[in-house]
Nanobody, 124 residues
Framework: QVQLVESGGGLVQAGGSLRLSCSAS????????MGWYRQAPGKQRELVAT???????NYVDSVKGRFTISINNAKNTVYLQMNSLKPEDTAVYYC??????????????????WGQGTQVTVSS
């Protein structure tokens, strides 16, 4: 099994910054890609940013230029630096990993794993 643990959420004023972290752990696994999704009250979960183990990134248009995703492959940890935060960024942020769990076998397929979520609240 692959477990994801998030940290770094909280309350911040508009224009402020927060940094989210998410670490993956397990007996035997590899990461193909990691990312962050968010879900605001009454809305569907949406992709915020993703990054592959090779460093290729993708962002939703609404956060481009304000958020930066990065990955430390040695630590199996992904970060989301969020600057110039807006009230509309308020949501529960979920970490996602596309990972192969080798405890299930050598040819383990890539599967999605999710963190428990961390609340980000931006006040106006």
């Amino acid at each position: 099994q692959v477990q994801l643990v998030e940290s770094g959420g909280g309350l911040v004023q508009a224009g402020g910054s927060l940094r989210l972290s998410c670490s993956a752990s397990g007996p035997s696994f590899s990461i193909d890609a990691m990312g962050w999704y968010r879900q605001a009250p009454g809305k569907q979960r949406e992709l915020v940013a993703t990054i592959t183990s090779g460093g290729s990134t993708n962002y939703v248009d609404s956060v481009k230029g304000r958020f930066t995703i990065s990955i430390n492959n040695a630590k199996n940890t992904v970060y989301l630096q969020m600057n110039s935060l807006k009230p509309e960024d308020t949501a529960v942020y979920y970490c996602n990993a596309g990972a192969r769990d080798y405890t299930t076998g050598y040819f383990a397929p890539t599967r999605d794993y999710w963190g428990q979520g961390t609340q980000v609240t931006v006040s106006s």
